[in-house]
């Protein structure tokens, strides 16, 4: 259930992506790795804590 969960949401943030959508919030360790994967994300800047070992990321527009 897991892999179709990482699934849907990857084919999801793409189409959203292209179509202007800037602002993805995002949880969970694999699904959010599914979703960083399908925007071809290289690398994130770690931003300031949201709740403690929380951290807000950012694309790091260089990288992509």
Do not use: Y
């Amino acid at each position: 259930m897991a892999a179709k969960v990482e699934h849907f949401f990857a084919g999801l943030v793409r189409p959203l992506a292209d179509s202007g959508v800037r602002r993805i919030v995002m949880g969970g360790g694999e699904t959010s790795g599914a979703v960083v994967e399908a925007l071809g994300v290289t690398s994130l800047v770690i931003g300031e804590e949201i709740d403690p070992a929380f951290p807000r990321l950012s694309l790091n527009a260089t990288a992509r």
